[in-house]
Structures are given as C-alpha cells and as structure tokens.
C-alpha cells in the first residue's frame, strides 16, 4: 500500500506535487483537479466560478483594472451603488490565466487574499463574455446596469429575503389583494423564463409585473391555475406540463417545497403568536397560530432561487459563490434606505465553524459596512444526532483513531475535514481504506492520493500547511471517491470503515475537529447520495431520554457539541436553533444552548451553540411545525431548523 504523488493541474496549470504548493489554497480545487472535475458535473469547465476575498483596502476596482476581461470576469453588481463603500469580497469567473496571475510576481499577488471553488458548474456559465442566455456582460463599463437600475423601481422600508429553493410566487400567502408581494424573483440556473439581470449576468430574473401577468393570462372564472402559472415562468419544479383541463386536479397539491415553507414561516398571513410580540419565543405558556397584523406579513419580498445544482449538490460546493451573489441581487434592487432581512435555511456540515471561512466573512463585512442596514438569519442546522463531528484533543506522544464509515451504493463522493488548531505542524495522519493495509503517515504539508494500483483517484489526503477555506489554523481534507457507480469506467472507492489515525509527534497538544461533509439527499431530488458517518463503541445510540446529548464522562471521540451549520457560525449573522412547543426544550436535531458539553476542549472561536432559537417541532411525538404547502390552500408539516431561522427572520424584521 503505498502513496502517488498529486498530479499538475490541467486547468490551473499547477504542479500539486511540489512541495508546498498546495499552502494556501481551496484544498476542494486540489481535489478537483486530482480526479479531473470527477463529481463536480463530471466536466472540465471552460471558466472556473470562484469566490474572492481581496487584500485588506483593495477594492474590486482595482482587482478589474490589473486583471483582463479575457480570463476574469465579475458581476457588475459588485462595482455598482448596491455594493457598499470598502466591500473586499467578490465572485468570479476566471481562467486559467488567472492562476499565473496569482502566482508571486503576477498581477494579482498583492491584491487577492484567498479564494474559494465554486463547483459544480453549468454549462450555461462556460461563456461570461457572451451576451445570451446565462452570459455575463463585460465588467469594464457596467452601463448596462446601470441603466437597468434607473429602469426598476427599487424597494424602500422593510424589505424581507429569501435564498432559497421552490418558491411558490403565485401562493394565495404571498399576494396583496390580489397581486405578488415579490417584488423580484432571480432564478441562478438556465432553466426559467424571464430576462437576465445584468447586475449580475446569468439566470432569469421576473418582477411582480411579470408574475400577475402570467397569473392573469393563466385565471379562470377567478381562480388562478396556480400549476399553469408555474409551468408559463420555467418553474419546472413547481408547475407539471399536462392539458389545461387536469391542472385542477393539483389545485390542493399538498407536497412540500422547501422554500415556499419558509417563506410562509417568515412572511406569510399567520404566525405564532409569540413572535408577533417582535419577543423570542418563551416555553412558560405555548403559542398560537393567528392571523398576522405584522410588518412581515406586509413587507415587499425579493427572492433568489438558488441554483439547481447548488441545491442537489449538498455538500455546498457552490454555495459560497450563489448565496454571496443572491444577497448582492437583493442588494440591488433595494434603495440606500431599504431594512433588509435576509433569511438562508440552507448550510453545509464541514469547515472551520469558527466564522472565517470566505462566505461568513463576506456575509459578516456586509452587514457591518451597511450599517444596520442589512441583517441575516441562517438556519443553525439538523446534524446534533448524524455522527459528522468528532473532537479530540491529543498530548505529547498520543495516538488516536476515528473510524468513518462510508455507506454502500453512494454515487457521490465523500468528504472529511480535519481542522488543526493554530501553531501545530506536529501531527501525523494515517488513513487505513476498509479491508487494506495502512497508507504511509503524511505530515504537515504532504499531501498524496491512493489509487488503488489504477489510473483514477480512489481516495487523497490534502493537508496543505494553511488553507483558504478558513483563517486559523489549517485544514487536512481526506477526499473519497463514490463508492457506486453505474458507469463501468468511473473508479470506485471501498465502502466499510475507513480509519483516521492522529499521531501528536510534538511536545504541544494538539486539538482537532473532525467533520463529514454533508452528503445527503434534498428534497425532490435524486442524487444517489448515502450520508456516511463516525462510529465508535462508546457512543450512546440507545435512544434513551439522555442519549440526545453528550455527557463529558462519556469517552467517545463523537461529540454532537459543535454539529452545526458551517456557514452560520460568523459574528453577526444569527444562528437559529429548534425548539419545541411543548416536552423537552431543545428539537434532538438542533444544536443546544447551553452547550451540554461546554468544558470541553476547543479550537479557539469554535461556534456551538445557536445565537437564537424559535420552534422547529410541535412535540416530541410531532415533529415539525406546519406551514404552507406547494399550492394555495395547503398545509404541510416540514422538520428541522429550516422552520426556526424564518420565524427570527420575522422577528428580526418586525424590531428593525
């Protein structure tokens, strides 16, 4: 069993064999191009859409001038009035000029911090200097889109967002006598109808002009056929195609989309009656739904679809880049005196978790150059009870072992993050593959992959000495291919229990966290993803009242503590927990406050408990709370934290 040494690049052109290469770096960009853009679309991009962060006092301005419109391209919304004055954080599609432009000696050395993957990526993206369907206009005028803005209306007063998926616009919820309270709707994929926004160059974008007009041209004897309203605007995931005389029959289609659910959390017509006292829910006497006379309930909507692969893809391959350029979209279309209330029920499991990985800190710096301006809730996450974290803090000479199942018939690939604490290059790591003989421990910097004796990666381990994904410490990526596949020449990797094996080789302890990425199955959708896992004999899955949470005499490796949304924990976006409205307090998926294990061992800045919290269950025998279903006049149960992070956004909108 031996190691093979990293490949060069084809895209970025960058030997990953020489040492040190991969400092500083995505180490997902390294993967990708290990296995050829294998599991990120199964295609080479032809430009490469990255998140940016720049050098502290560089502006987006300067990163345009030194670079050239043929290998680097940014939505125009970022040089535009919607971006505010010191902003240092950008989306991109770039090159493979940009790569030696980075390079020390290039252009953008002295001005680009780090930068994040993007992936996966649609076709529809392969041409930002086009001018069609899903193109990206030149960035070097932006007259465009500034004409485009003068020609819109933007929003002032309470404005409430949603970055989500399946939003049902033509909702009996989110009308106003009669007429969409969504003001604008961006869809980031190719797939709807509409006009592309040139603020930000690709998807399809419709106003509430456009949705009464479909919904009118598709009423009859005054009731809107809410599926044909869908199916006219490119809703596919909303509206089904079939003869106008059966659309009724899926009037009361009572099926869960996620997005409509949350939004019907966060500004439809009812809501619990202790969020109308703009108050946190209280457990001393239980809510009521009614009617709402709120300021959410009235507030203009802006809503962002996110991109359908972003939303199949769990792993938040490219959630960086569609979640930073939705919250600019909604930006832009708001005047300098709009209140925005942005909520994102959406988040990943793996990452630093101590708020500085790329998206949280652009998220962070929006909201404090807006100045009050901009607030956003993010859901804290369902992952308490999944196996995804496990935390360790390892003495001089100490050895443990984390053993991380890999399921079976998963057709996607699998991820784990080992994030080391600041100032320890002393620990080894040994990755042992289900039924084979242990690989050679890698050290700080080394990073290789394993092969199995074939051509195709099977598994690689990327330990770079600093990362780009966060700002403490480093991060070690071990990377494995799926382990199914109906395509004969895709390699697959071992299912079973792959084992991690830390070695502290140095005087200082050493604390890490271990997180498996996100590798689940979203609803309506397909994707042949298994949610791999942690195991271990001490950890208590008995199902007992007090096997919810971890107890600090309990050895196990597994903790729950510090299971949380990766991109929900920076300073001042809001985390929200799930609670009950009635038995025990905390919903068993949702992180708790306080954290039952709070002296435990840390990395420092870790986030583990939520910021706030609102009810996400009814009971522990019902789970969920309703909300509204896809079409009017539904109602539907939906589990998870997803349902607490709108009801703060209500709240937080409803105090501003």
């Known amino acids: 069993m031996s190691w093979t040494t990293l490949p060069k690049g084809e895209f970025t052109g960058i030997d990953w064999a020489r040492p040190g290469a991969a400092a500083g770096f995505d180490p997902y960009l390294v993967w990708a191009e290990v296995g050829d853009f294998a599991g990120y679309g199964d295609r080479r991009p032809k430009w490469l859409p990255i998140a940016i962060e720049l050098q502290p006092g560089t502006s987006v301005q300067q990163l345009l001038a030194a670079a050239s419109d043929k290998w680097l391209h940014v939505p125009p919304v970022y040089t535009s009035r919607a971006a505010p004055s010191g902003l240092k954080f950008c989306t991109a599609r770039v090159k493979p000029a940009f790569f030696k432009h980075i390079q020390p000696g290039g252009r953008l050395h002295a001005l680009v911090l780090r930068f994040e993957l993007g992936l996966p990526a649609a076709e529809y993206t392969d041409d930002p200097t086009g001018h069609g369907k899903g193109s990206v206009p030149p960035h070097s005028t932006g007259a465009a889109y500034q004409a485009e803005a003068q020609a819109e209306t933007l929003l002032s007063g309470k404005v409430l967002a949603l970055i989500d998926d399946s939003l049902a616009l033509a909702h009996a919820n989110f009308l106003h006598h009669g007429k969409a309270r969504t003001r604008y709707f961006w869809r980031q994929d190719a797939q709807g109808k509409g006009r592309v926004p040139q603020s930000m160059g690709y998807g399809h974008e419709l106003s509430a002009a456009d949705i009464h007009a479909a919904m009118q041209a598709n009423s009859y004897n005054g009731l809107v056929d809410e599926s044909a309203v869908y199916v006219a605007l490119g809703l596919s995931t909303l509206g089904t195609r079939m003869p106008r005389r059966e659309h009724f029959f899926h009037a009361l289609d009572t099926s869960v989309s996620h997005g409509t659910h949350v939004m019907d959390l966060a500004a439809g017509p009812r809501t619990l009656s202790a969020q109308m006292a703009n108050v946190p829910p209280t457990f001393d ?372």
């Open 285 to 656: 006497a239980p809510p009521s739904w009614a009617l709402a006379d709120d300021d959410a309930s009235r507030a203009a909507l802006v809503a962002v679809q996110l991109d359908y692969d972003t939303v199949r893809d769990t792993s938040g391959g490219s959630m960086n880049v569609h979640v930073l350029d939705g919250l600019m979209y909604v930006l832009s279309r708001c005047a300098d005196d709009a209140k925005v209330t942005a909520n994102i029920s959406f988040g990943t499991l793996a990452g630093p978790h101590d708020g500085t990985s790329l998206l949280e800190a652009a998220m962070d710096e929006l909201i404090g150059l807006l100045q009050g301006r901009l607030q956003i809730a993010l859901a804290a996450g369902n992952s308490y009870q999944l196996r995804a974290h496990a935390n360790v803090t390892l003495l001089k000479k100490e050895r443990a072992t984390l053993h991380w199942r890999a399921l079976p018939d998963d057709s996607t690939q699998s991820f784990v993050e080992l994030w080391i604490e600041e100032d320890r290059d002393s620990l080894e790591i040994t990755i042992t593959p289900p039924g084979r003989a242990a690989l050679p421990p890698l050290k700080f910097g080394e990073s290789r992959m394993w092969t199995g004796g074939g051509k195709q990666p099977l598994c690689a381990l990327i330990y770079p000495k600093t990362v780009a994904t966060g700002r403490r410490g480093t991060c070690a990526l071990l990377a494995v291919a799926p382990t199914f596949s109906f395509d004969d020449k895709t390699a697959t990797a071992p299912s079973g229990v792959w084992q991690i094996t830390l070695t502290n080789t140095g005087k200082k302890a050493v604390t890490v966290d271990a997180y498996v990425e996100r590798d689940d199955v979203v609803i309506g959708t397909r994707g042949g993803a298994r949610q791999s896992h942690f195991e271990d004999a001490w950890y208590d899955t008995s199902g007992n009242p007090d096997a919810f949470v971890d107890h600090p005499d309990n050895p196990s490796l597994i903790r729950r503590s510090g299971s949380f949304n990766s991109i929900a924990t920076g300073s001042k976006t809001v985390s929200v927990g799930g609670t009950r409205i009635s038995g025990p307090r905390w919903a068993h998926y949702s992180p708790q406050k306080p954290d039952p294990d709070a002296g435990r061992a840390q990395r420092p800045g870790v986030t583990r408990i939520p910021d706030a919290q609102a009810f996400s269950d009814e009971n522990p025998a019902t789970l969920g709370v309703n909300a509204a279903g896809t079409r009017s006049g539904a109602a539907v149960r939906l589990m998870g934290t997803s349902d607490a992070s709108p009801q703060d956004a209500r709240r937080i909108l409803n105090a501003m």
